[in-house]
Antibody, heavy 120, light 109 residues
Framework: QLQLQESGPGLVKPSETLSLTCTVS??????????WGWIRQPPGKGLEWIGS???????YYNPSLKSRVTISVDTSKNQFSLKLSSVTAADTAVYYC????????????WGQGTLVTVSS | SSELTQDPAVSVALGQTVRITCQGD??????ASWYQQKPGQAPVLVIY???NRPSGIPDRFSGSSSGNTASLTITGAQAEDEADYYC????????????FGGGTKLTVL
């Protein structure tokens, strides 16, 4: 059974960089059938796609966040990571890592999510 | 980027049928997927493609599409179906951009 687990600081100061890692177990991140992505959900609000990465390193970002987002992959560790720079309180959210079926935007597996609060 | 529009809230009597809709230009070209999210939990995929259910999803959940509107139908709603439902699809730009609807809160009366 595939599992995804987010890890990283739960508190980030304004203007700093939010960094999260997703560890994939029960399957290979190098599969050509999937993208690996980040999705966030501010408290009490809806889902927002942040971006996705293919095992080869190709990335796709939400245009509204593109200038601040970097997603990378480490196939040797079966992990992928998110960096979001210059954070503000508006970036406070539950951040989910997820598996996305390639050539479709179907998110078939989700991590449990991790709350990141931006506050001084 | 395109947008997907959902009604904020819908209610259904226990055992009745309810349809949750999702509208957007991208749905003329791409299928919507549907996700169920209960409080404090990660979303769960319930419908994808033309009308496909992942393993473990009850067959009372079904999907359909017409023009720019995708629909999730629950036939014989159960108390455990009370949740937020989100649709998503590829952005109409076609550049692997993903877009989510704003979500629909389903109340089972």
């Amino acid at each position: 059974q595939l599992q995804l687990q987010e890890s990283g600081p739960g508190l980030v100061k304004p203007s700093e960089t939010l960094s999260l890692t997703c560890t994939v177990s029960g399957g290979s991140i190098s599969s050509s059938s999937y993208y690996w992505g980040w999705i966030r959900q501010p408290p009490g609000k809806g889902l927002e796609w942040i971006g996705s990465i293919y095992y080869s390193g190709s990335t796709y970002y939400n245009p509204s966040l593109k200038s601040r987002v970097t997603i990378s992959v480490d196939t040797s560790k079966n992990q992928f990571s998110l960096k979001l720079s210059s954070v503000t309180a508006a970036d406070t959210a539950v951040y989910y890592c997820a598996r996305q079926i390639a050539v479709a935007e179907v998110v078939d597996y989700w991590g449990q999510g991790t709350l990141v609060t931006v506050s001084s | 980027s395109s947008e997907l529009t959902q009604d904020p809230a819908v209610s259904v009597a226990l055992g009745q049928t309810v349809r949750i809709t999702c509208q957007g230009d991208s749905l003329r070209s791409y299928y919507a997927s549907w996700y169920q999210q209960k409080p404090g939990q990660a979303p769960v995929l319930v419908i994808y493609g033309k009308n496909n259910r992942p393993s473990g999803i009850p067959d009372r959940f079904s999907g359909s599409s017409s023009g720019n509107t995708a629909s999730l139908t629950i036939t014989g709603a159960q108390a455990e179906d009370e949740a937020d439902y989100y649709c998503n699809s590829r952005d109409s730009s076609g550049n692997h951009q993903v877009v989510f609807g704003g979500g629909t809160k389903l109340t089972v009366l």
